[in-house]
């Protein structure tokens, strides 16, 4: 079982619509990331927050928006996506040098824009 | 910026026989690696980690040549069950400030093991 807990698992939205994806982890790591991946295509970075601080954007469109609340959450606000933002959004945690330790994965967040 | 290239296969492999496919990567000061397992529609997961002195667990052996920049992932008496994409993985960072860094991934290397 993962151990870091992606809400919801499944959501389909329409282009005007706002929502919001939730990530949760208890493992203590301190930096958590968000990750996009279509289909046949390995996941690229969003995000990456390390201390509750963004420290990584990587040239993400404004209608993505993240929160890290605290330690344990981070979340991701949505705003007037397109169709082609439809993917699977994956949530990961790990200590805060990933070169020395591996990162874990939330289930993702299987997104559709209609 | 770092790369990792992996062949994406798939290779599709007798069930029992053993597999073997590589990595190479672009950034010299890296010092460990990652391999993933990626079920379909799943999320992936940690299958190994790969440092300069190799690394072995059951069927599984990765190693780290660090002259020639790949790594390899050899799986012997492979099972239906080992049928996913494997995802290359390194983890050092190329961003300047300190702080977590994005893991790099490989394009993924799809297996499929046949009965």
């Known amino acids: 079982d993962t151990e870091v807990t992606q809400t919801p698992k499944h959501l389909v939205m329409g282009m005007t619509n706002k929502k919001s994806l939730k990530c949760e982890q208890h493992?203590?790591?301190?930096?958590m990331y968000w990750y996009k991946q279509k289909a046949k295509k390995p996941p690229e970075l969003m995000f990456v927050?390390?201390?509750?601080?963004?420290?990584i954007n990587e040239s993400v469109p404004s209608r993505f928006s993240p929160e890290c609340p605290n330690s344990s959450l981070l979340n991701l606000h949505l705003h007037a996506l397109q169709p082609e933002d439809s993917a699977l959004y994956l949530c990961?945690?790990?200590?805060?040098?990933?070169?020395?330790?591996?990162?874990?994965f939330g289930q993702g967040t299987r997104l559709t824009v209609v | 910026r770092k790369e990792v290239e992996q062949d994406p296969g798939p290779f599709n492999v007798p069930e029992g026989a053993t597999v073997a496919f590589n990595c190479t990567y672009s950034?010299?000061?890296?010092?460990?690696f990652f391999w993933y397992r990626q079920d379909c529609r799943k999320e992936p997961k940690l299958l190994m980690s790969?440092?300069?002195s190799g690394n072995e667990d059951g069927r599984f052996t990765a190693q780290l040549n660090r002259a020639s920049q790949y790594i390899s992932l050899l799986i012997r008496d492979s099972k239906l069950s080992d049928s996913a994409t494997y995802l290359c993985?390194?983890?050092?960072?190329?961003?300047?400030?300190?702080?977590?860094?994005?893991?790099?991934f490989g394009k993924g290397t799809h297996l499929i093991i046949q009965p």
């Open positions: 990961a945690s790990s200590q805060e040098a990933p070169d020395r330790s591996s990162a874990f």
């Open positions: 493992m203590g790591h301190r930096a």
């Open positions: 927050y390390s201390y509750e601080k963004l420290s």
């Open positions: 950034n010299s000061a890296s010092q460990s």
């Open positions: 790969v440092y300069s």
């Open positions: 993985v390194d983890p050092a960072g190329d961003y300047s400030g300190g702080g977590a860094d994005g893991l790099t």
